[in-house]
């Protein structure tokens, strides 16, 4: 190979040297471009949800005509009533429709339709938008002890709040004539009775429980027993596809009405598609004829 071929090849080596070099620099300096114009990661805060209880009112607001909606004060907290006065010439009554807790006011499970339909029976209904389930109830611990304790806390506490909103209702049904009844869902049945057992709330002229019941044995023994010796009347309304609580909690509730030989005390089972909906038309009928039964 002559001289001049040797150092031609020489030449093109250190030709591709530089290119390569040039080649990892222009990299090198986009790398440190991307580099720069990328932001730091942030620590991006996640908001807790909304509470349901606020849910529902601002669904109660959005969807509701604003004529229905009446803000209610029960000492320093407010809360939501949907008021319908009777469309009839001659006034029954007031009916104070209180949903489960975790439930809205406008509750489809029968509230709502007894809302709507019972003005035209000649009852004012006053709905009531309840607060939410205490946090700890049922407790969670693990000592039986423990548990009826951190229970009985949380329902103390949950009646006062409950106890305030009634006494601010009934004195918002005083304004229209005829007697008052209510109708409860779940749950607020059981404290609802203890508070009229006490006598912390005027007693209703009648009662209307819907799937009632307490979430375990002890506090739906005490209810049944707690309802049987009350002097108002009562209609006990369940449902044959129901929460098995429910079903378990009327069972105690008829056996103790019977030992008490309660007055006025009548229990009936609503055949329902829909596990815990109840059939609205046989709702109505329900109510009506047993008002009926009892002189109104």
Do not use: C
């Not at 007055?263 to 909906?277: C, D, P, V």
């Amino acid at each position: 190979m002559s001289s001049s071929g040797a150092f031609s090849q020489e030449q093109e080596k250190q030709q591709e040297i530089l290119t390569q070099n040039k080649e990892n620099e222009t990299n090198s300096d986009l790398t440190s471009k991307k580099a720069l114009k990328t932001p730091a990661k942030k620590t991006i805060a996640i908001q807790a949800p909304v509470a349901l209880e606020q849910q529902h009112k601002d669904d109660i607001k959005h969807y509701l005509q604003e004529g229905e909606i009446k803000p209610l004060l029960a000492g320093p907290d407010d809360f939501i009533t949907l008021i319908k006065e009777s469309n009839t010439a001659n006034s029954k009554g007031v009916a104070i429709l209180l949903a489960d807790w975790q439930q809205t006011a406008t509750s489809p499970k029968g509230l709502n339709y007894l809302r709507i339909t019972l003005p035209d029976q000649g009852w004012t209904t006053i709905s009531i938008q309840p607060p939410s389930k205490p946090e700890n109830y049922p407790s969670q611990a693990l000592k039986i002890i423990e548990q009826q304790e951190e229970n009985l806390a949380s329902i103390s506490a949950y009646q006062l709040k409950l106890s305030a909103i009634m006494k601010t209702v009934m004195e918002k049904a005083q304004e229209y004539p005829g007697i008052f009844i209510v109708v409860v869902e779940g749950s607020h049945g059981a404290i609802l009775t203890d508070l009229y057992q006490q006598e912390k709330n005027t007693p209703p002229n009648a009662l209307i429980l819907l799937s009632s019941y307490m979430f375990n044995y002890e506090a739906n023994q005490q209810y049944a027993s707690a309802l049987a010796q009350t002097n108002f009347p009562v209609l006990d309304l369940y449902l044959m596809r129901d929460h098995p609580l429910a079903l378990s909690s009327a069972k105690l509730r008829l056996s103790q009405a019977k030992k008490e030989m309660k007055a006025f005390y009548r229990q009936q089972q609503l055949t329902n598609l829909s596990s815990s909906y109840y059939p609205k038309e046989a709702l109505l009928l329900a109510i009506k004829g047993w008002l009926t039964s009892i002189g109104w």
